[in-house]
Structures are given as structure tokens and as C-alpha cells.
């Protein structure tokens, strides 16, 4: 077990360097471990060997540690992750006045939208690649296929391990924890929680281990937003399905725009030739209802065996059915799905490589497309001067499959329980993976970081002595 720094100490020699040669300078050493730009920029060499003596021996939980000190986040934040590379720290949850952090640096986006702005103002022809010209990519159309599979056969998974690996949710906040004896932590801050913020525990289910975002679902992916007058008439689907829709995966109950002839972009403007020449046959696009499919009868994407029906041609259904009634154990049913899991995130990280996703940097609302829609149902920060307006940037792939992260269980046969004086020493995992893991399931060394099985569990007396 590793030795405990003392974090008062190690707070006041970053408190000083940061005075004496600014934070940019502290932050770009810690991100990168370069020790002799650091010893040569606070020009004492033996008061950069303590700091780095003290900074090289701080254990995982430090970070937290020094919540209540003059640390800002990002030191703290680097401190966590770059003093143990083998250690993953989870980033905190963002206040209601904060955004979300931006994919692209925003200086990066103001040189590229200055550099758009003054093409429009030419007037000449730009080319446009597969899939901004409206056209699919060929080569990301089996991996649309493959994640729309992954996602209907983690869904199978996940009710099937519910049933023997317990679920809960709190009444009054989101928390989530995967296991048969909730933890005691006391983190419930929400409006209406108790004065000891411990959690009103309930029986969880699928919804709460895999949420659904959903998104507006377009007909055609290149034409106008969708306006705050037809926020009823058109369909909302979960956004992965309809990013495999927009990437080359054929749904009925959806149909969409597949163009034959690329778009053009001349000043800006894009030239659709296939208005005025369509297509000819019975797919013309003048017999298919842009919107409304709403007042169909159509099956639940929520409900598991529903969503399962939707595939009865395919003869995907039968295939996961002759499976599943072949696996007897529980651990092979959840290394099934912990490689599902895997399949599906990186599989919609590759198509969103390509196809657009947007996100609100305030709130949790998701739109699949190249921009997203202008329907003002922002409740969030300041949404009174955006007129409830979205605040559109690009998108993550945790927006579109949320990990929603709980408290690892080391044991789960022992029947341990997570106590609120040893938060510091848990590490965390995505409830998928958690409820995999205490399936049985070998977890990956991705999530070894997350974990934090090497830090050993002092008892509750010996917390008192640890600085």
C-alpha cells in the first residue's frame, strides 16, 4: 500500500508555484511530466525536487482530498490523473450555470467558421465529400448495421442480468447502484432529500442502467431544421437508432432520403438538382410523408421484446434467440454482453466521426443531423436570453449512450456494503459494466483505472489517522 503525502503540505507548494510562475505554466508540466521544465521555470532546484517528491507519491483519492483548499479543478484534476497515468478520474458534475466542455477548442471553431465566412463570399463551387454532398459512406454502412444489432442485443442482455444482479435508483435523485444491497453513501442533494443526504433506495430497472436519449427524426438529413411549430408532428426516436438510420440502416417505420445525385455548394447555398429532376419509380419521393408517422400504430423501441419484433425478415431474431437459450451460465451471458457494450460505443464512435450529432451545452437534449432543430424547450442556464433557444455544439458519445456511472462492488457474494467514510477509496464503472462485472464478466484493462482494486481498505478507525 502506497504511503499518504500530506495533502496540506502539497497544497501550499502548488499554491506558491502557481504565484510565483503562473498556472498555464504548472498545468502544462503536470499534463505533460516534464520534471526539468518545471525545476528550470521555479529557478530552485530543491524546492522543485520537494514538490516533485510529494507530487509523484499522491495516491489516486488526493484530487478529492483537496476539494476544500485554493486548488481549481484542473489542477486538481491533473494531479489525479497524471501522478498515476494507471488511474482514471472521473470528471465532476458540471454546476447549472457551466458548459460543457467543447470537443473542438473554441478557438479552433472561430478560425474555421472566419475561414467558412469568407468562402461564402466567393462565388464558386466547393466539392463536397460523402457524407456532407447527401450521399452515404459505403464503407460505414455495415458498421451502422452492427451497432443497431449491438444495441438490440445489449438491451436482451441487460433484462436478462437485471433479473439476477439487483438494480436500484433513488426516488429523489438519479443516483444508480448495481447490486442487492444499496450503498450508504450520503451524495443526494436534490430538492425535496433528506437533511442526512442519504437516498430513498427503490427497485431500479433496464431504463435506469441504459437511458434513452432521444432525437427528432429526419426525413431528409440535408433540408431545414425542425421548426418549434412541428415539434408534435415529427417522430422522436433514440438518437442511435437514428444515427444507423442516417448512415445507411433501412427502417419502415422510418423511411428517409436516400439521394442518388450529390448536392452542391456554391457561396454557401446548397443546390439540390434532385427537386427538379426526380427520381422516377415507385420509391419517388412525392409518395412518402415526411412526417406523422406518429399516428401509426408502431411498436415500443423501450420495450426489449418489442424492439426485438422489429427484425422478424432479417433473421437476426432467431439467431439471438437460439443463442440465448444455449447459454446456461450467467457469466457467459455477461461477457456476451460487456462485448456487446464494447461493439456499440465504438462502432457509434466511428460513425460519429462522420455524421454530425449535436448536443446542448446545457441541458441533455440530442439532436442527429449536421445541425440541430430550433424547437425552444431549453430550460436551462440563461435559456430566457437564448429564448429557450438550444445551445448547439458537437456531441460526445457518452451524450448519445450515457454510461451513468456507480460505485464499484469489489465483492458481491460477501454481501459488502459501501459505507460513506471510505467513499475516497471506491473507484466507479458504467452500470453496464458493473452489472457485467458482477455477472461474472472479465473486465477490460480500460476500465482497471476506474476500478481502484489495488487500493487497499482501511478499516474505519484507521480513517481517522490518514491525512
Excluded at 143 to 163: G, M, P, Q, W
Excluded at 186 to 195: F, M
Excluded at 220 to 244: M, Y
Aim: charged share 25%; hydrophobic share 35%; net charge positive.
Amino acid at each position: 500500500m502506497r504511503t499518504v503525502p500530506n495533502c496540506r503540505l502539497l497544497t501550499g507548494i502548488i499554491a506558491f508555484s502557481i504565484w510565483k510562475i503562473g498556472k498555464k505554466t504548472v498545468v502544462g508540466c503536470l499534463r505533460t511530466a516534464d520534471t526539468n521544465r518545471l525545476k528550470k521555470a521555479m529557478a530552485a532546484k530543491s524546492f522543485a525536487d520537494i514538490f516533485w517528491k510529494h507530487w509523484m507519491t499522491l495516491r489516486p483519492f488526493a484530487g478529492d482530498k483537496l476539494k476544500g483548499n485554493s486548488l481549481s479543478c484542473e489542477i486538481r484534476y491533473m494531479l489525479s490523473t497524471c501522478a498515476f497515468p494507471e488511474y482514471t478520474e472521473l470528471p465532476g458534475k458540471l454546476n447549472k450555470s457551466e458548459r460543457k466542455p467543447f470537443v473542438v477548442p473554441i478557438n479552433e471553431l472561430k478560425h474555421k467558421a472566419r475561414l467558412q465566412r469568407e468562402l461564402r463570399q466567393e462565388v464558386r463551387e466547393v466539392n463536397l465529400r460523402p457524407p456532407e454532398n447527401g450521399l452515404l459512406l459505403k464503407r460505414l454502412i455495415p458498421v451502422a448495421r452492427e451497432v443497431y444489432a449491438s444495441r438490440i442485443k445489449l438491451f436482451h442482455c441487460v433484462s436478462r442480468l437485471i433479473d439476477k444482479v439487483g438494480v436500484h435508483r433513488c426516488r429523489v435523485c438519479a443516483e444508480v447502484h448495481v447490486g442487492h444491497v444499496p450503498h450508504t453513501i450520503r451524495t443526494c442533494n436534490a430538492v425535496g432529500s433528506q437533511p442526512t443526504r442519504e437516498h430513498s433506495w427503490e427497485k431500479g430497472g433496464i431504463q435506469d442502467v441504459l437511458p434513452i436519449v432521444e432525437s427528432f427524426h429526419l426525413y431528409d438529413r440535408l433540408g431545414r431544421a425542425v421548426s418549434h411549430k412541428e415539434r408534435v408532428d415529427i417522430d422522436r426516436l433514440p438518437a442511435i437508432v437514428e444515427l444507423c438510420i442516417q448512415a445507411g440502416i433501412d427502417l419502415p417505420e422510418y423511411p428517409t432520403r436516400r439521394r442518388v445525385i450529390p448536392v452542391y455548394s456554391i457561396s454557401g447555398k446548397i443546390i439540390d438538382f434532385e427537386r427538379r429532376y426526380p427520381r422516377d419509380g415507385p420509391m419517388s419521393t412525392e409518395e412518402i410523408q415526411a412526417f406523422g408517422f406518429w399516428e401509426k400504430r408502431r411498436k415500443s423501441l423501450q420495450s426489449i421484446d418489442l424492439s426485438m419484433s422489429e427484425l422478424d425478415g432479417s433473421g437476426i431474431q432467431g439467431s439471438f434467440k437460439r443463442k440465448f437459450t444455449l447459454m446456461s451460465l450467467l457469466a457467459d451471458l455477461a461477457e456476451e454482453g460487456l462485448e456487446t457494450w464494447e461493439k456499440l460505443r465504438s462502432g457509434a464512435t466511428s460513425l460519429m466521426r462522420k455524421y454530425g450529432v449535436q448536443v446542448c451545452g446545457y441541458c441533455p437534449e440530442v439532436q442527429v443531423g449536421p445541425k440541430g432543430h430550433r424547437v425552444r424547450t431549453c430550460q436551462a442556464h440563461k435559456h430566457q436570453q437564448r429564448d429557450g433557444q438550444h445551445a448547439w455544439q458537437e456531441a460526445t458519445v457518452d451524450d448519445i449512450v450515457p454510461p451513468v456511472h456507480v460505485w464499484h462492488v469489489r465483492n458481491p457474494g460477501s454481501g459488502e456494503v459501501i459505507v460513506d467514510e471510505l467513499r475516497w477509496y471506491y473507484g466507479k464503472l458504467p452500470a453496464v459494466v458493473e452489472l457485467c462485472s458482477q455477472a461474472g464478466a472479465q473486465v477490460g484493462k480500460e476500465y482497471w483505472g476506474m476500478m481502484r482494486e489495488d487500493v487497499s481498505l482501511p478499516d474505519l478507525e484507521e480513517v481517522k489517522l490518514v491525512a
